[in-house]
C-alpha cells in the first residue's frame, strides 16, 4: 500500500509528505519583526502562551539552544502567577484565534509583561496592531503542525536579539542545518520503496497498535511533537514518556499482565543525553523482556544537538503520515478539533 503512489496521492490530499519533506526550507525564511530591537539584560524570564502544534516550536527550544533564564509554556487559559514586567511574554497561535492563548494574553496585559505576538493572523494580528506589540506573521501553512521550523525560525530571530539563549544559533547553523536534514532525509520520500525506507517500515509495524514513544529529557519535545502527529496525522492513539522519571513509576506499570498488550512501543535515542539516560534504555528493555512488546529503537542522525532534535522530528512526522494511510485516513484534517472549537464558541 505505502509503495502504491496513486493510493497515496489519493489519501494524501493535502500533500502532507510534499510539505514534510520540503520543512528544512522553513529553517531560512526571513521574519519581519517591525520595530524590534535589542533587548540586552530587560527580561527575568520568558513565557511562552500557546497551544497544540503552536508551542511544538517554544518545546523543542528549550532542548536546543536552551536558556539563560526560566522558560515556560503555558497551554493553559491562565498565566503563571510570577508574570510581571520583566516577563517577555511570547503569545503563539497559528490561527490567531485560539481561545486559551487570547485569555492568556489578556491576563499577561494586565500584568505589564512585554509582549510578542507569533500568528498567521486573527485576533491576535488585530490585537498586535491596535496596541503597537511587536508582531510576526507566520507563512500560510496547510496545519500549525506542519509551520514549526517556521515557528522555530521565527523564535530564534526574535531571542538572538536578547542574551537570553544559552547557545547563539548563526545563520550559518541554521543553513548547515537545513541542508543537512534535506540530505538525510531523502530516503524517507514517498518514492523510496518501504524495503528501503524506514519511516514506512516503521509505520507498518505501529499500524493497528496504540503508540508510546519514550525518549531522555533532550528528545522529550521531539516525542511529544510524535505523539500529537500520532494523533493528528494518523488519527492513532498515541502517548510519550521521558526517561530517568519512567524508570521511577511507569517502568512497573509494564510489568504486569496481560503479556500481550496492544501497544507499539518507539525509543527515541541520542548521543546528547546523560550517559545514565542510555544505561536505563538498555536496562528496561532487559527486564521488560516478555512484559511488553518490543522496543523500536531509532537512532538520531547529525553530528548536532540541532541536527538530530530536528531529524528525530522529520523522522516522527514521515512515519505518522503513512501511519495515517494505512490507517486509511486523510492525514491533514482535524476535524473533531475544529469541531470542538465552534462548539465551545
Not at 20 to 45: C, I, R
Request: positive net charge; glycine residues 6%.
Amino acid at each position: 500500500m505505502l509503495d502504491d503512489l496513486k493510493y497515496i496521492h489519493d489519501r494524501d490530499a493535502q500533500d502532507a509528505l510534499g510539505i514534510a519533506s520540503k520543512q528544512p526550507e522553513q529553517l531560512l525564511h526571513s521574519f519581519d519583526l517591525g520595530t524590534w530591537v535589542s533587548q540586552k539584560n530587560a527580561f527575568d524570564n520568558i513565557v511562552y502562551a500557546g497551544m497544540g502544534g503552536s508551542s511544538l516550536a517554544a518545546a523543542l527550544s528549550l532542548s536546543c539552544p536552551g536558556y539563560k533564564v526560566p522558560f515556560e509554556i503555558s497551554r493553559q487559559y491562565d498565566i503563571p502567577g510570577y508574570v510581571g514586567q520583566r516577563t517577555l511574554f511570547i503569545a503563539g497561535s497559528y490561527s490567531g484565534n485560539t481561545e486559551e492563548t487570547l485569555s492568556a494574553l489578556a491576563q499577561a496585559e494586565q500584568k505589564k509583561a512585554c509582549i510578542v505576538v507569533i500568528a498567521g493572523g486573527g485576533k491576535l494580528q488585530a490585537i498586535a496592531k491596535e496596541k503597537g506589540y511587536t508582531f510576526i506573521l507566520m507563512p500560510h501553512a496547510e496545519q500549525p503542525r506542519y509551520a514549526v521550523f517556521y515557528n522555530f525560525r521565527a523564535l530564534m530571530q526574535l531571542l538572538e536579539k536578547t542574551d537570553l539563549l544559552l547557545n547563539t544559533m548563526s545563520e550559518k547553523e541554521l543553513q548547515t542545518t537545513a541542508n543537512f536534514l534535506k540530505k538525510n532525509t531523502q530516503y524517507l520520500h514517498q518514492t523510496i520503496p518501504a524495503k528501503k525506507n524506514p519511516a514506512k517500515q516503521l509505520a507498518l509495524e505501529l499500524m493497528g497498535k496504540s503508540v508510546v514513544v519514550y525518549s531522555g529529557p533532550f528528545l522529550s519535545p521531539a516525542a511529544y511533537k510524535w505523539k500529537i502527529s500520532c494523533n493528528e496525522n494518523a488519527k492513532n492513539v498515541a502517548w510519550q514518556g521521558t526517561l530517568p522519571e519512567f524508570s521511577h513509576n511507569e517502568f512497573i506499570g509494564w510489568s504486569s499482565h496481560p503479556t500481550n498488550k496492544p501497544y507499539a512501543v518507539v525509543d527515541l535515542m541520542t548521543k546528547f543525553d546523560h550517559h545514565q539516560i542510555t544505561k536505563r534504555f538498555s536496562i528496561s528493555a532487559r527486564l521488560l523482556s516478555g512484559k511488553r512488546p518490543q522496543p523500536h529503537s531509532v537512532e538520531a542522525q547529525g553530528s548536532t544537538r540541532l541536527e538530530q532534535l530536528l531529524w528525530i522530528v522529520m523522522m516522527g512526522d514521515f512515519t505518522t503520515i503513512y501511519l495515517g494511510l494505512l490507517n486509511g485516513v486523510n492525514p491533514s484534517p482535524v476535524e473533531l478539533v475544529e469541531k470542538m472549537k465552534k462548539e465551545l464558541a
